[in-house]
């Protein structure tokens, strides 16, 4: 009896193994930021946009980003940098490899042909001379001539720029990932970041200027404003040892545009005191509120 109960449970637990949908799987997505020119971008602002997990990192100085232990599942890509537009794409990590995807931030065809016009020429106001009235004096009428067929005026060609090849993601192995030293710094970096997650430090992470300066550099998104959405943003800021922003990981949001602005604010206009250790400045974490209501 108690061996038919045993192969009954362990079949059962096989069962339910089985059937229980991989959703502790957990991916890695890579890349490298770069302007029109391939020039490496440091700094720029990376995030993840899914229903269920959203986190933001910053490039290194060569322009990689990684993101490590991100959920099974179909996400928003989006990449920014402060003075160029906003890169987005949809992506599906369906397995647990490693990823790239590259990122290229291009100025707006728009600004450059803004940039590219002829300035019109300046009119000046003067009294007319007699030259002036004789030359604006009307001309003798000429014998009547048939009038010409008129020829259809062609249109120019319109010639447009070659649009880049859109970057293609694709799987890479550890080996792959120590043949580019950049790529494996920013691996090696985000790791440290994810183990100083758990560090117990003496003293937490402090905003400089309290959360004060913080919500002075808030701008309320514009498509939140018209939709009249209030809320807040709750997130984990994981912090390095010298007061830097490393990752952002969004634990509650009342809208994405939300978590879009507290990335920006986090990653460009904010400093913060380190978390001290045994009298020693570490990286650890802090958890911040901001909240978002309509004057």
Do not use: C
């Not at 009954?8 to 089985?18: E, N």
């Not at 990823?99 to 065809?109: C, F, P, T, Y």
């Not at 009547?144 to 062609?154: D, F, L, W």
């Not at 992470?205 to 009249?228: D, H, S, T, V, W």
């Amino acid at each position: 009896m108690a061996w038919r109960f045993a192969a009954s449970l362990t079949v059962f637990l096989a069962l339910t193994i089985a059937l229980v949908p991989d959703s502790f799987s957990q991916a890695r997505l890579v890349g490298r930021v770069t302007d029109e020119e391939n020039q490496p971008l440091a700094a720029a602002i990376v995030y993840v946009i899914s229903p269920n997990f959203t986190q933001a990192t910053l490039t290194n100085a060569s322009g990689y980003f990684t993101f490590l232990d991100l959920p099974i599942g179909n996400y928003l890509l989006k990449a920014y940098k402060r003075g160029l537009p906003t890169w987005q794409k949809d992506i599906s990590l369906s397995s647990p490899s490693t990823i790239r995807l590259d990122v290229k931030l291009a100025e707006k065809s728009a600004t450059l042909a803004a940039a590219n016009a002829k300035t019109p020429s300046k009119v000046t106001a003067k009294e007319p001379k007699e030259r002036d009235l004789a030359e604006a004096r009307p001309a003798r009428p000429k014998p009547e001539q048939e009038p010409k067929p008129a020829q259809e005026k062609k249109e120019p060609e319109r010639t447009t720029a070659p649009t880049p090849p859109e970057p293609k993601a694709e799987t890479l192995s550890d080996a792959d990932i120590d043949k580019d030293e950049g790529l494996r710094q920013s691996v090696e970096e985000a790791k440290l970041t994810n183990a100083s997650d758990a560090i117990k430090p003496d003293t937490k992470p402090e905003l400089i200027g309290g959360m004060e300066a913080l919500n002075q550099k808030i701008i309320y998104p514009a498509i939140a404003r018209e939709r009249g959405l209030q809320g807040g943003v709750i997130a984990t800021v994981s912090v390095d040892s010298l007061g830097l922003v490393r990752k952002v990981t969004i634990l509650r949001s009342t809208d994405a545009s939300f978590s879009e602005e507290v990335f920006r604010v986090l990653s460009e206009d904010v400093r913060f005191k380190p978390a001290m250790l045994n009298g020693k400045p570490v990286a650890a974490t802090a958890v911040i509120y901001v909240e978002f209501k309509l004057k």
